[in-house]
């Protein structure tokens, strides 16, 4: 009875959860149709910044969208500062399967590394294509792809983790981020993803309603220079994020009036 009784009062809630997710299926279908007739056409670059910047505006109206709706709150003011910022690799924890949407959407020069599954995804492929978002299947080419495009003016966004955290507060970190700066000669911005939600977190269902809204909050955090030992930077940076999420309260406030942290040498 108390489980059909919970039921019942989570559908006026899960109707508008839903529709939001409808929504970003409704926002990618038709983009990433146009992004397949446009891609063997448009030249490279061109083709790189427009599939980049449509992906941000999209991510962006979806957050607009859900913000208005009141189902979720989302503070990701801080990036705004650095979207135009060349060759920078921005590196996040990762709760949940939302993270790299928080972050595209206020970054249009950036790419993602992805699974190369996703790459082959009716929502997401093609508009990935487009806009050279760079696949993890061979990491050789990876990383050479990755140091291309920051040396080339982009931006990366990259979860060291690997996958959505599963044994809180991190899980050990996969290496490649800090040889990609270090061939790159690019710094590493550490951005960190607080929420308060199980909401597509690892085991965490579709269709399972989460207790809203939804609140996500970015911060940035210290950023980190290229080193030559770049096994020694890895474990260091590790190590600042697993301290640094210890000490920080749930009702902690975004340190989002930081516009860039400074580098660490």
């Not at 427009?50 to 208005?68: C, K, V």
């Not at 308060?196 to 809203?212: A, F, T």
Request: aromatic share 8%; proline share 8%.
């Amino acid at each position: 009875m108390n489980r059909l009784l919970r039921l019942g009062l989570s559908i006026p809630f899960a109707l508008p959860l839903y529709a939001l997710l409808v929504l970003l299926g409704a926002i990618s279908l038709p983009w990433n149709i146009a992004a397949m007739l446009l891609y063997p056409v448009l030249p490279v670059a061109t083709g790189r910044a427009l599939g980049r910047r449509a992906i941000a505006f999209a991510y962006r109206f979806f957050w607009a969208a859900a913000s208005l709706s009141g189902m979720m709150r989302i503070d990701a003011d801080c990036l705004d500062a650095l979207r135009e910022e060349r060759g920078l690799i921005f590196v996040a924890n990762h709760p949940t399967m939302l993270d790299a949407l928080l972050l595209v959407a206020r970054l249009p020069r950036s790419a993602c590394i992805m699974k190369a599954d996703l790459m082959r995804n009716i929502f997401l492929g093609a508009g990935a294509r487009l806009a050279r978002y760079i696949r993890n299947d061979s990491a050789r080419t990876m990383v050479r792809l990755a140091v291309d495009d920051l040396r080339n003016g982009g931006q990366l966004v990259i979860f060291p983790e690997g996958t959505r955290t599963v044994t809180p507060p991190l899980n050990t970190f996969r290496p490649g981020v800090t040889l990609i700066a270090k061939l790159a000669q690019a710094p590493i911005q550490t951005v960190f993803i607080d929420t308060d939600s199980p909401y597509l977190g690892k085991g965490w269902p579709l269709w399972r309603v989460p207790p809203l809204p939804i609140v996500f909050r970015l911060s940035l955090g210290q950023r980190f220079a290229p080193s030559q030992d770049s096994n020694a930077l890895l474990q260091q940076i590790e190590l600042y994020y697993r301290q640094s999420m210890e000490q920080r309260a749930p009702d902690a406030q975004p340190a989002c009036q930081t516009s860039r942290a400074p580098t660490l040498s």
